[in-house]
Nanobody, 115 residues
Framework: QVQVVESGGGLAQPGGSLMLSCAAS????????MGWYRQSPGNARELVAT???????NYGDSAKGRFTISRDNANNLVYLRMNSLKPEDTAVYYC?????????WGQGTQVTVSS
């Protein structure tokens, strides 16, 4: 079993910043990717950013230039630094662990951007 737990999130003002963290634990003995997705009401879940164990990153269009994903391989942690937040960034953010195509998800953390 693999457990995925997010932390961080909350309320931010437009133009502000937030940091999300995620810890993966359990039966993880192989290389795996970690990442963040988000979902707002009435919309499909969308890619925010992913990162491989080697540090290769992939960003969704909405995150490019504003968000930065990073990873602590020794502790199976992944972070998402979000800058220049916009009201349209409001969503539930989910941490993802992809082990050879098998996906594990956290419970989600709410991010609300509002003045």
């Amino acid at each position: 079993q693999v457990q995925v737990v997010e932390s961080g999130g909350g309320l931010a003002q437009p133009g502000g910043s937030l940091m999300l963290s995620c810890a993966a634990s359990g039966s993880i003995f192989v290389d795996f990717s970690m990442g963040w997705y988000r979902q707002s009401p009435g919309n499909a879940r969308e890619l925010v950013a992913t990162i491989t164990r080697g540090g290769s990153t992939n960003y969704g269009d909405s995150a490019k230039g504003r968000f930065t994903i990073s990873r602590d391989n020794a502790n199976n942690l992944v972070y998402l630094r979000m800058n220049s937040l916009k009201p349209e960034d409001t969503a539930v953010y989910y941490c993802n662990v992809d082990i050879g195509g098998r996906n594990y998800w956290g419970q989600g953390t709410q991010v609300t951007v509002s003045s």
